[in-house]
């Protein structure tokens, strides 16, 4: 259940996004690290909500979205609930506009290990909006064990890198997943090629 998206904008939901050009590179790297050998690797055209609904994720045990996120700002619309973006379809139809609700994802049978939401602002909850305000939560609903999201904004590329070393370190080590990000993290902080990977922001 991995998922690339390319930037379209989906309905009035989701204004036009930018690429993503390291997704592709995270997803690859990803099923390298976890051997799986690409056989559930879903990319550009591919990475539809309808794929990820239709999808036996419950034999699944690490599910990956390299993604847009949708956190919910709208105040004149409550009703709006966070969202993961995908690749739409040319023409929309019935549960498949392109975008997978908080309410929708709570709805996914998982019984995944590690769920990993490689999008900005994944963690966040929104207490004004209804139904399942976060992404996060919607997840844990759905029966993922644990998830690695993000409090805030994100660059791909620092995304790309901390994802796949912290699957990398667990999977090496068969450490916790909590301990690989944590190691992942602080060599990234040291990494001298780009002073920038030291600032809070990026970790």
């Not at 051997?35 to 990475?47: N, V």
């Not at 949708?70 to 105040?75: E, F, G, N, Q, T």
């Not at 506009?97 to 963690?123: M, P, R």
């Not at 993290?185 to 990026?202: G, K, T, V, W, Y």
């Amino acid at each position: 259940g991995d998922a690339e998206t390319d930037a379209y904008p989906v309905g009035s939901t989701a204004k036009a996004l930018a690429p993503l050009p390291g997704a592709g590179r995270e997803l690859r790297a990803l099923s390298r690290a976890m051997r799986s050998g690409g056989r559930s690797l879903k990319l550009g055209a591919e990475a539809t909500e309808a794929a990820v609904k239709s999808a036996p994720l419950s034999n699944v045990s690490v599910v990956a979205f390299a993604i847009h996120a949708l956190p919910v700002k709208d105040a004149d619309d409550p009703s709006l609930e966070p969202a993961l973006v995908f690749t739409p379809p040319a023409q929309p139809q019935g549960d498949d506009d392109g975008v997978l609700t908080a309410s929708e994802a709570a709805q996914l049978h998982l019984k995944a290990d590690l769920v990993i939401l490689s999008a900005c602002n994944t963690a966040q909850d929104d207490p004004q909006a209804l139904g399942v305000n976060s992404l996060s939560r919607a997840f844990f609903y759905a029966g993922a064990r644990s998830l690695l999201v993000s409090n805030w904004r994100i660059r791909d590329d620092v995304a790309e890198r901390l994802s796949v070393r912290t699957v990398t370190l667990a999977q090496r080590n068969r450490a916790a997943v909590a301990d690989a990000l944590q190691r992942a993290s602080l060599e990234m902080m040291n990494d001298r090629s780009d002073p920038s990977f030291a600032h809070p922001a990026q970790w």
